[in-house]
């Protein structure tokens, strides 16, 4: 009776765990596989893919293997093919990204280096509006395969007030996460429009700034790791709800603003340091100066209403410069994702060759450089220029090529068209 009962257990065919012992079991005809040698199975094949691990890793038993990362070289290209120019800002985010996720495989896979304790590079980018700071983070996004999110610091206020706590910033990372708190745990977090939470004023504030200081101090134990208790739907509209602990020590935080007024802060730092008979004129830097954020330093920033301890937490500060005509044509024609580009694929689906000459570029880089709005100039000068265009062209007959000039930019003159020659 004994031995029937036996023959009766459940046993995966690879290891001989007992369906007792694992969390699940696949059977097939006649065999059984656990979890657990699936688990180990998957780990094999990805590291057949992915190469061996280097010479100096470990891997402890039962741990999966690490994911091949991308070099930061790699990361930059793939950031070239969007985003034009900002180079020292791509280079940054390459090398924080990319140290980033070795620091979290070092405690896993590199037994070797425990000596020596790793901590991260949270970072803030700054520059105009238009220069492509928000584009980088969603770029990072695209050809990254880890959790990441974009988060609007405009809408957070100090706990208890009308608006949204900061623990939203991490339910949105969950949430991209498919509610993973493992792979949560080791994302990328975008807080965009974060200048907008600094104090109006370079003097604590005698009122309580719900909106501004506030927010800064609830995001410090954030930024820098902390054990914080995250309600999956929303704290405030549903309160009976659990909350779901994330450890956010091995989130990487990106933090992106344009600063305006910042560049004032810059200019006279500056001016004042080089007043006197001796002082070197070259010193001197115009308010205006495309390349002014990249003399930026942390006490600029005090003087702009951030606080000390959220500076800190954001040691590695890149520039973003205003966009010259030269970027401007580049992005209307080079990126994967250039306005041209688009354009002439929306009038390719109507059996449509669209074309601009180069007139029609520098007529629209001109219009979009005088509305001081970098980038998004462009697609505010094309989206008035095609408006017409693209309502009245279904109405011709016969229409194989469009051709958009200096002309019809300037002036909504009708651009010049070209027959089917097939047909005509």
Not at 19 to 34: D, K, L, Q, R, W
Not at 76 to 83: F, Q
Not at 87 to 107: C, E, G, P, Q
Not at 311 to 339: F, Q, T, Y
Request: net charge negative; glycine share 6%.
């Amino acid at each position: 009776m004994s031995n029937m009962r036996e023959e009766d257990v459940i046993r995966c065919s690879f290891c001989g765990r007992t369906a007792h012992e694992v969390t699940s079991m696949v059977a097939g005809p006649e065999v059984y596989i656990c979890d657990r040698c699936i688990n180990d199975a998957s780990g094999i094949v990805r590291t057949d893919s992915t190469g061996p691990l280097p010479a100096t890793a470990k891997r402890p038993a039962g741990a999966s293997p690490s994911r091949e990362r991308m070099s930061p070289a790699e990361m930059k290209a793939a950031l070239d093919e969007y985003v034009v120019g900002q180079d020292a800002a791509k280079k940054a985010l390459s090398v924080a990204v990319y140290n980033h996720y070795k620091r979290i495989d070092a405690a896993e896979y590199f037994s070797d280096f425990h000596d020596v304790e790793l901590e991260k590079s949270n970072i803030l980018l700054i520059g105009p509006t238009g220069t492509g700071k928000t584009l980088l983070a969603r770029t990072l996004a695209r050809v990254l395969d880890v959790p990441f999110s974009i988060s609007d610091a405009t809408a957070l206020t100090e706990a208890g007030y009308v608006g949204e706590d900061v623990e939203s910033i991490l339910a949105h990372l969950l949430n991209a996460a498919d509610f993973n708190v493992e792979r949560a745990e080791r994302g990328i977090i975008y807080i965009d429009e974060v200048d907008k939470v600094a104090r109006k004023a370079d003097n604590a504030s005698i009122t309580r700034d719900v909106s501004g200081e506030g927010v800064q101090q609830a995001l410090l134990k954030i930024l820098e790791g902390t054990v914080a208790g995250v309600p999956p739907k929303g704290g405030r509209k549903h309160p009976e709800q659990s909350l779901i602990n994330i450890d956010t020590s091995n989130i990487l935080f990106i933090c992106g603003g344009a600063f305006d007024g910042l560049n004032e802060v810059v200019s006279r730092r500056i001016s004042n340091n080089a007043i006197g008979f001796t002082a070197d004129s070259t010193q001197k830097i115009d308010k205006f100066d495309p390349s002014i954020f990249q003399h930026v330093e942390p006490d600029d920033l005090l003087r702009f209403g951030l606080i000390p301890e959220l500076v800190g937490r954001l040691p590695v500060i890149s520039a973003l410069n205003n966009l010259s005509e030269d970027a401007m044509r580049s992005i209307l024609r080079e990126p994967k994702n250039a306005l041209l580009k688009q354009y002439q694929k929306l009038f390719a689906m109507d059996g449509i060759e669209l074309s601009f000459n180069d007139g029609a570029v520098e007529a629209i880089v001109k219009k979009a450089k005088a509305l001081n709005t970098g980038a998004r100039g462009l697609r505010s000068v094309l989206e008035d220029t095609m408006l017409d265009i693209m309502y009245d062209i279904h109405s011709k007959n016969n229409v194989a090529r469009c051709i958009i000039t200096r002309e019809t930019v300037e002036s909504k003159a009708e651009p010049t068209f070209e027959p089917n020659k097939a047909t005509s």
